[in-house]
């Protein structure tokens, strides 16, 4: 039987928006952006929209997901378009006309926001508050639990994938066979393009899996991550294979120590720019401060990048229930890199470190058979 | 060594995006859409854009992308921004004023619109010309090939696949076996989430792959693409495990049909509605006309979905050298789905189907080990 209320998690955050909503004397809201309405509703289609008011919810969606409506939002009202998703979004807001209408500017493209101008005649345009990213930052116990499967899966997957490089593999090949062992556990997609990068191709921070081969003496950095129910996971490890480098050894020993630092200093009421800060001072003092050319890390959830920022950029101060990735790094363009990655959850009195694949210099190197 | 002028295909492009400027008076144009900045720069980095004026061209970036701007776009300026993209843009675009600057609406939120028209002064804002969405429409020789070699992937990853499925896996061990194989192959990621939806799950047409189990006498569709060099493929194929009940006998023949008088009626000229209705009368005809929920296809290229849109929601014509998606299906809710999808290059005289698995009925029903 589908439902026929929403969930009280679902109630919950609809109460949420509407009373923002009222403080500012806004009858309706739409909900253009995916992880958004999914966040609001639990509605899983694509290309929809979510028409909040005081007393109703209507989604706007396509047959192809009139399933997924049944399942997911048999409480709501559902709308079927034919035509194109504005065309029909301005019938579906001018059958129950308002004043006054929320949009996320933030989330908008300018040519929707046009034509919904064009197309509504009597009602004014304004933009929403900031309070569903808000509310996203802030993980309930429901999410965070998600997450952690989120973050099992990818790890799981990674010492799977351990097990079975050989020398000879290609970074396609390892890349290919962590994002296999992530999906069969249950991930929906990779959190976004898994990176694994040999010797000079891990001295770029966004490197593209290729061609380079596994060999004896090389670095390897894996950057990747799980999608499960919608929620991300996101992180990074580097390893040698057989010995290191003295110099990576002191690199290897300087980027630890920085994110180590960094998740020391992490307490809900610190300012993401003080965070970003000790990580980077302590790279600085190892000699590789303008080797570090990236923020520290950054919120994660329903989208792999999402508010808040742990960077340099950012007077925000944490707040107990974020998530965030932290993850320096030093980069020798032409030679090789080392970035270390943890999910940390912000607490009251300090942090959790959501992730647990050992980071130690020992377990960094690596045996690979032929 | 880094080239230091474009290619003779950007060379192109940037001329022809400069020649529609100029027709509308307009001196430049910021351009901050990935796919569209990569077709006119070769430039491969996220969260940057990329600001064309008559003489010059400046890619706005962050330290993650140095090296792909080094051997990317040796050729144009690049700016290494610290800040966030809109403030460090405004700097850009005001440290060589001009008096219009054209921006994609269709592309570009409002927030950022608002963002640069606080920031900017005596710049006015104006639309850009659909050039680049138009020119990105008809794809050149090169982009063919590249096509071509996202379709090979796809096709060999998934005769790889075929051969590894066993009574009792579920669709997502077969969704994680296909992508592996893409993603082994070289494709950069999966051009979409893949589908492999087993019995009632074929029902929706935008399906996620879950637990159910392959078993004698099921339907498994496929829906998947690879992604090589930035383009996509997406290809759809249902089987059926042993034998296939009469019923479903007769709906694979009337999509089968449907999908190659489509493609039958597919030439430069004609309009898209009117290649819609004919997969779609068929359909109709065959007593299924309420079960094909769904546009007949879509463009492909550097986006799975980008214009045109093949369905009776356009009255655009086909021009040669536009790629599109044919895929008609029929879905019986709560019991299965048939859909059959390949890749179509349009030409002056008819078309050519880029994609060559086979689709017979014949093939539509599989052996599998248990």
């Avoid at 930052?137 to 097990?163: F, H, Q, W």
């Avoid at 944490?318 to 032409?334: K, N, Q």
């Amino acid at each position: 039987m589908p439902r026929l209320k929403p969930s009280k998690t679902i109630q919950n955050r609809l109460e949420m928006v509407r009373q923002a909503l009222r403080q500012k004397s806004i009858p309706a809201l739409l909900v253009a952006h995916r992880a958004d309405y999914f966040y609001l509703t639990g509605f899983t289609g694509e290309d929809s929209a979510v028409l909040i008011t005081g007393r109703s919810v209507t989604v706007i969606t396509d047959g192809r997901f009139e399933s997924a409506a049944k399942k997911e939002v048999a409480w709501s009202k559902v709308h079927f378009r034919r035509g194109d998703l504005t065309s029909e979004l301005v019938k579906v807001i001018q059958s129950s006309p308002c004043q006054r209408l929320a949009i996320q500017a933030d989330k908008m493209t300018v040519a929707t926001r046009d034509a919904l101008r064009k197309g509504l005649t009597g009602v004014r345009l304004v933009d929403a508050p900031p309070t569903i990213s808000q509310m996203r930052e802030r993980k309930s116990a429901g999410e965070l639990k998600t997450m952690d499967n989120a973050i099992r899966v990818a790890e799981s997957a990674y010492r799977a994938m351990l097990k079975t490089i050989r020398i000879g593999q290609t970074e396609l090949e390892l890349a290919a066979r962590l994002e296999y062992e992530m999906k069969r556990r249950g991930s929906t997609e990779p959190a976004f393009g898994s990176i694994v990068a040999i010797d000079a191709n891990a001295a770029l921070p966004h490197a593209v899996p290729g061609n380079r081969r596994v060999k004896s003496g090389c670095m390897i950095l894996f950057d990747w991550g799980a999608t499960v129910d919608g929620y991300r996971s996101d992180l990074t490890r580097t390893v040698f294979v057989g010995s290191i480098p003295s110099k990576f050894k002191a690199i290897y020993e300087a980027v630890l120590t920085s994110q180590k630092k960094a998740i020391a200093a992490i307490r809900a009421g610190v300012r993401m720019s003080d965070v970003d800060a000790i990580a980077r001072e302590h790279i600085a003092d190892c000699g590789y401060g303008e080797r570090f050319t990236h923020g520290l890390g950054h919120g994660l959830g329903l989208d792999v990048h999402e508010s808040p920022s742990l960077s340099w950029r950012s007077d925000q101060k944490l707040v107990a229930g974020m998530v965030v990735t932290v993850e320096p790094g030093i980069y020798l363009p032409g030679v090789g890199g080392v970035r270390i990655e943890d999910d940390v959850r912000v607490m009251g009195n300090g942090c959790q470190v959501m992730s647990h694949l050992s980071k130690s210099l020992k377990s960094a190197v690596i045996d690979v058979a032929r």
